[in-house]
């Protein structure tokens, strides 16, 4: 079955470190997407990659930092520049097709400060 | 730019009664549009879409929603829920946006069931 993993599905973070979130689609999708949920806030877009060795800031990029180096992999780094980093962590991908892709999620990761 | 608002935070409905799910937008440029379903702890799912064409849109679990573009609204239907409906619902649009696509989400709506 084609889809999108994240792991952890739970993380634990210690101040002053750095952890990285997993996202992995088999779905053959050029771009992925990195989105962060707070309760009441619905979802904020964190990075986002069109291709391989090319990925773009969004919204609240500070804090945060991703690689692109294969197809189906978009891992994000939650450094320790990132002072609240308690969220619900979600990837997505997509197939470009000129502004009407769908966008697929993975389950998600749920990064809690110790 | 484009947005989305949910108008609702939370609804409470009794069981196998129909609901509304209220979602008004503004987009500048050509509308697609989305409900995803949310259930705790779990990533988004996508319920239904409108790229183009008739503006009541089927989707799964039985819902359906309506693309009014002299309202920019898109609200979401049911005619009888069920408690496994039970879930934030998320309304959001999509647009190109300096080369890419960009999607953006209401806050969510939480359907909670009552049997």
């Known amino acids: 079955d084609g889809g999108i993993t994240q792991s952890p599905k739970y993380l634990f973070r210690k101040e002053g470190q750095n952890v990285t979130l997993s996202c992995e689609q088999n779905?053959?999708?050029?771009?992925m997407y990195w989105y962060r949920q707070d309760p009441g806030q619905g979802l904020r877009l964190i990075y986002y990659?069109?291709?391989?060795?090319?990925?773009q800031k969004g919204d609240i990029a500070e804090g945060y930092s991703v690689s692109r180096e294969k197809k189906e992999s978009f891992p994000l780094t939650v450094t320790s520049a990132q002072k609240n980093p308690t969220a619900f962590y979600l990837c997505?991908?997509?197939?470009?097709?000129?502004?009407?892709?769908?966008?697929?999620f993975g389950p998600g990761t749920r990064l809690l400060v110790l | 730019a484009q947005s989305v608002t949910q108008l609702d935070s939370q609804v409470p409905v009794f069981e196998e009664a129909p609901v509304e799910l209220r979602c008004n937008y503004s987009?500048?440029?050509?509308?697609?549009l989305f409900w995803y379903v949310q259930y705790p702890n779990q990533g988004l799912q996508l319920l239904l879409k409108?790229?183009?064409?008739?503006?009541l849109v089927k989707g799964i679990n039985g819902f359906e929603a309506e693309f009014n573009k002299s309202q920019t609204s898109f609200h979401l239907r049911k005619p009888s829920v069920h408690i496994s409906d039970t879930a934030e619902y998320f309304c959001?649009?999509?647009?190109?946006?300096?080369?890419?696509?960009?999607?953006?989400f209401g806050i969510g709506t939480k359907l909670q069931v009552i049997p």
């Open positions: 997505a991908s997509s197939r470009p097709t000129g502004g009407k892709e769908t966008q697929y």
């Open positions: 779905l053959n999708h050029d771009a």
């Open positions: 990659s069109q291709i391989v060795n090319d990925f």
């Open positions: 987009s500048s440029v050509s509308v697609y």
């Open positions: 409108y790229l183009s064409g008739s503006t």
């Open positions: 959001a649009v999509s647009g190109r946006s300096g080369g890419y696509q960009k999607v953006t």
